[in-house]
Each structure stands twice: as structure tokens, then as C-alpha cells.
């Protein structure tokens, strides 16, 4: 099993939709979760910390479910703006592990 | 403007060049790290540094040499690469290299070895 793993996509969705992918990770001990953005030809960027609580900012929901080791990212009326690659990120033993990303492309 | 900051943007180089990618952070950070981003594959660490001082290096192929003169400054010395290196190259910073810390990019260096 993949330390992170994520599906790469494409998620193709019309705007205003609402969009959610997950993203599992292998090592149960992991202690950091974060969902990063990266557009194309650009450098990634945080978009959010996942707590164990889940975290909402504006439209944008992280939820963190450690029976089952995954993190998701749930996008309530998604902007062509948001078209992007969302990368999960997992840290723990010392370690911060990034997933492949999953590709977003918002619709007109 | 970003806390991080990467040279050059663009490089071509040929596999018996010798050339060199800086990063400077202005963050106050303590960390700072060097990865590398290739088509299709995840992000991959190639090395890591706090306060100056090396603490990870994932493997990485000797003809790539990190350098790190002190907390704010990072440079990566390049020489025989082969084609196969051409990716785009991140550097990236924290306020300590521990895993709950959140990374900072710079923009990143392409480079392309022909």
C-alpha cells in the first residue's frame, strides 16, 4: 500500500457543483494532514490543515477519519477558480509524505 | 511577494555542465528543504537542512550537492546530470523540520538537461 494515495483524476466538474475527494495514507501513527493547492506550472500551496475535529474555511471542508485512515476535501459551489491540483499531505514519524495530487477542472 | 525565493526560473543545461539553483527564505525559518517534481510522479524530498545543518538526504544521486551557508540561504550544485533530471525543482521552507510544521514553496527552478 501506497504511504498516501490519492485518485489523480481528472475530477471534471460544472461550476457550482459540489466535489469531494478523499485521499488514504498507510502509516497509522501519522500525526499532520493538510491539503495543498498547486496550479498548473506553480509551486504547491497550503490551503488547509486537517484537524481531527474537521475544519471548514468558507467553502472548502476538510474532515479527518482515523478509524479508516483518510482525509477528505469537500468543495461546496466550486468556481472555475478552483480548477487545480490538490495534493494530500501526511506527516509522522518525522517524516511529511505528499500524495500525487488530484486534478481538478471546473466546467463553465 | 513570497517568503521564499528561487533562482533561476528557467535553466538549460547540458550533462556536462555544472550549474547551481539557490533558494533564500524570509521567514525566520529553521528548516529548509530541496525537492524535486517530475511529470506524473509525486513530490519527491531530496534533502533537508536545519539550522545549516544536513539531516536528511533521501538518496539522492551524488551529482546533486546541496550546499547551506547558513539558515536563510540554500543552493543546489548541479553537475553531469542526465536528461532524465529534468523536473522542476522546489525549495521549500518551515519553521522547524518537524512533521507538523507547514512547508512553504518557492516558485521552483526548471530545468531542463539536454
Known amino acids: 500500500r501506497k504511504e498516501v494515495e490519492q485518485d489523480p483524476g481528472p475530477f471534471n466538474v460544472p461550476e457550482g457543483a459540489t466535489v469531494a475527494f478523499n485521499c488514504t495514507y498507510s502509516?497509522?501513527?501519522?500525526?499532520?494532514f493538510f491539503w495543498y493547492r498547486q496550479d498548473c506550472r506553480k509551486e504547491p500551496k497550503l490551503l488547509m490543515s486537517?484537524?481531527?475535529s474537521g475544519n471548514e474555511d468558507g467553502r472548502f471542508t476538510a474532515q479527518l477519519n482515523r478509524a479508516s485512515q483518510y482525509i477528505s476535501l469537500l468543495i461546496r459551489d466550486s468556481k472555475l477558480s478552483d480548477s487545480a491540483t490538490y495534493l494530500c499531505?501526511?506527516?509522522?514519524?518525522?517524516?511529511?509524505?505528499f500524495g500525487k495530487g488530484t486534478r481538478l477542472h471546473i466546467l463553465p | 511577494e513570497t517568503g521564499v525565493t528561487q533562482t533561476p526560473r528557467h535553466l538549460v543545461m547540458g550533462m556536462t555542465n555544472k550549474k547551481s539553483l539557490k533558494c533564500e527564505q524570509h521567514?525566520?525559518?529553521?528548516?529548509m528543504y530541496w525537492y524535486k517534481q517530475s511529470a506524473k510522479k509525486p513530490l519527491e524530498l531530496m534533502f533537508v537542512?536545519?539550522?545549516?545543518?544536513?539531516?536528511e538526504n533521501n538518496s539522492v544521486p551524488s551529482r546533486f550537492s546541496p550546499e547551506c551557508p547558513n539558515s536563510s540561504h540554500l543552493f543546489l550544485h548541479l553537475h553531469t546530470l542526465q536528461p532524465e533530471d529534468s523536473a522542476l525543482y522546489l525549495c521549500?521552507?518551515?519553521?522547524?523540520?518537524?512533521?507538523?510544521?507547514?512547508?512553504?514553496f518557492g516558485e521552483g527552478s526548471w530545468l531542463t538537461v539536454v
Open positions: 521567514l525566520g525559518h529553521n528548516a
Open positions: 537542512y536545519s539550522l545549516e545543518e544536513r539531516v
Open positions: 486537517v484537524y481531527s
Open positions: 521549500a521552507s518551515s519553521q522547524d523540520p518537524g512533521f507538523g510544521n507547514t512547508i512553504y
Open positions: 499531505v501526511v506527516g509522522g514519524d518525522d517524516k511529511i509524505i
Open positions: 502509516n497509522s501513527a501519522s500525526q499532520s
